[in-house]
């Protein structure tokens, strides 16, 4: 079945490239929040399966993935040709948005209500931009197949500075407001000091006792981390106290 159409998603293609992944939005609170990443998520790939790990029970007694469908309430316009890999809501109709692809990625800062781009950085054709998160005046952004990523101050995007980091690679970023979570595609979850961007923490995800892969998107929701699965329709909600997979859903 295709896509709902969304207008926070960049246009998809009949054979998408190997390095095609959607990530989820984050929007208004945790309502909108919530629901552009489930609907983002679901924008990708629609297998009929579930990964095998999340299938896999390690006990009789192991809860079953649960299934769940989603209500589109609204829709916003976008540009069509933003290959969007992070974005999120920062209040006053304002969006911070990350868009990827080699010479085409960049950073923005667009009006909710009309779509228009307010402000954007074009970013070095050699970068491929990937997750996006907003720590007090401060834009973080990682980069697909590299150590580097990017601090933008909110206000005036001339003023960033570059940084390293130590996860394999740069997916997904999110932040409870004091601390930053990253992922790099793999089952590993990483927990990085904002100041020092230095990897105070790594975990592996799991749920039912089997390893998670291919953690993509990240947002942090009441309390939990939520991540999608790339090229499955799966949201895993996370306890960041352990970072255990408490919950995965089937979006369908």
């Known amino acids: 079945m295709a896509p709902l159409p969304l207008s926070v998603s960049a246009p998809i293609v009949s054979t998408p490239p190997r390095y095609l992944r959607r990530p989820v939005v ?39 993935a649960r299934f769940y469908s989603f209500d589109l309430v609204r829709e916003y316009p976008h540009d069509p040709d933003a290959f969007t890999q992070g974005l999120l809501y920062a209040g006053n109709d304002t969006l911070f948005e990350s868009t990827g692809l080699y010479h085409r990625s960049s950073v923005r800062k667009v009006d909710l209500q009309t779509g228009k781009v307010l402000v954007q950085h074009q970013m070095d054709g050699s970068m491929f931009g990937e997750g996006l998160t907003l720590l007090g005046d401060r834009l973080f952004q990682v980069t697909w197949l590299k150590n580097d990523g990017f601090i933008y101050d909110r206000h005036n995007f001339s003023k960033r500075e570059r940084f390293t980091h130590k996860m394999r690679d740069g997916w997904g970023l999110a932040t409870d407001g004091k601390v930053l979570f990253g992922s790099d595609g793999t089952s590993r979850l990483y927990q990085l000091d904002p100041e020092s ?10 749920y039912q006792d089997n390893e998670v892969s291919y953690i993509n998107e990240l947002e942090y929701i009441n309390g939990e981390v939520w991540a999608n699965v790339w090229q499955n329709i799966v949201i895993c909600e996370l306890q960041p106290s352990v970072y255990k ?4 859903r089937q979006i369908a």
């Open 26 to 64: 984050a929007a208004s609170g945790a309502m909108l929040a919530a629901l552009l990443f489930l609907t983002a998520a679901a924008a990708v790939w629609r297998p009929d399966y579930l990964p095998a790990a999340l299938l896999r029970r390690s006990a009789p007694a192991a809860p079953a």
């Open 197 to 206: 961007l230095e990897v105070t923490k790594t975990v592996t995800v799991k």
């Open 245 to 248: 997979a408490m919950l995965c």
